[in-house]
């Protein structure tokens, strides 16, 4: 290759990086355009909140907070270290950046690598270890509606009060468990369910090329997942489905504080959708895909509008608001106590450790090679 060449390919290099945060701009602005009324509906909705029942709407919080613990504990353990404050300050930090920049789950996981990396983490090891937790995380809300479906095809009458509704929610807790044990065991589930997803897309979906493979790319997901969790996939698991499962909890908080008792299965499938919408690169967290999904799949749940409004506005600031500024003190208080060690982190990394005793926070850990 010439010099010509090589220039050329280095300003072609320059201008894509330059485009693409333009267009994700771009992107992310005319989705926010689209979906401005809904969101419009749901922020106009705040003085609903003055009739909140407030024992619920603490049980909101309490329940978002358990979830982000089990989310730190899953990331410990991907990452396969005892420190809690690097981990839940980098976790925060980054989610914050997420859901403030175009990019969403990448710029987050850059993010928060970028931050391990200053404590010895080496940052394609925190990438894996990231992107496993995150695709275990996806994994256990993509199943929670297949566990809902017996009870809203069955028809059954669910009793609308808190006992029936804690009695569901232990009950699909013990049925992901068993289920993310069965997967991470034996290959025959996934292959079924991904021949299953396969032949559904090929005959509900005009495709030029057909779906294919998709068997063997669950296989092979569920082996990488496996091979970075390690002998603690157990574990891993536990934590995934207790984050999935205190958010629904959150939720289902959400609509007894507006007063709305809805069925808890179908509640189930609006979590669901809503969690998947934030999974939308186009805006920071899926924002505005998520209030305009959560309100139209809670009236479809059988919540009246005004209700659905409200139980999504405080469902939201909890969730998805309170967090931002969470991550900012956690970032600072990051910065208080490393600062600028990428120096140091590079020196460990190399030697696959992270610093111990007084360079990590709480007790540091070994990481495996």
Known sequence: ??????????????????????????????????????????????????????????????????????????????????????VAAAQLSGNAVGRILPGGGATATAFTTSMLRRIGIDAGRAATALAAASLLQIGTTCALPVLALPAILGGARINRGLVDAAYLGVAVLALLLAAGAVAFTTDTPLRLAGRATQWLLNTTVRRRRPVSGLPEALLADRDFVRATLGQRWKQAVAAAVGSAAFDYLALLAALHAVGSNPRPSLVLLAYTAADLLALVPVTPGGLGFVEAGLVGTLTLAGVSGPDALAATLLYRIVAFWLPLPAGGVAYILFRRRYGDSAGDGDRTAGSGRAPSGSETAGRGSKLSA
Not at 17 to 28: E, I
Not at 48 to 65: N, P, Q, T
């Open 1 to 86: 290759m010439t010099r010509s060449d090589a220039a050329h390919g280095r300003r072609r290099s320059r201008w894509r990086r330059g485009v693409r945060p333009a267009v994700q701009l771009l992107l992310g602005g005319v989705s926010i355009y689209l979906v401005l009324p809904s969101l419009l509906s749901v922020f106009g909705s705040w003085r609903s909140l003055e009739g909140l029942d407030w024992r619920f709407a603490v049980a909101v919080l309490a329940c978002e907070i358990a979830s982000f613990v089990c989310v730190w504990e899953l990331d410990r353990i991907a990452l396969r270290t005892r420190a809690w404050f690097v």
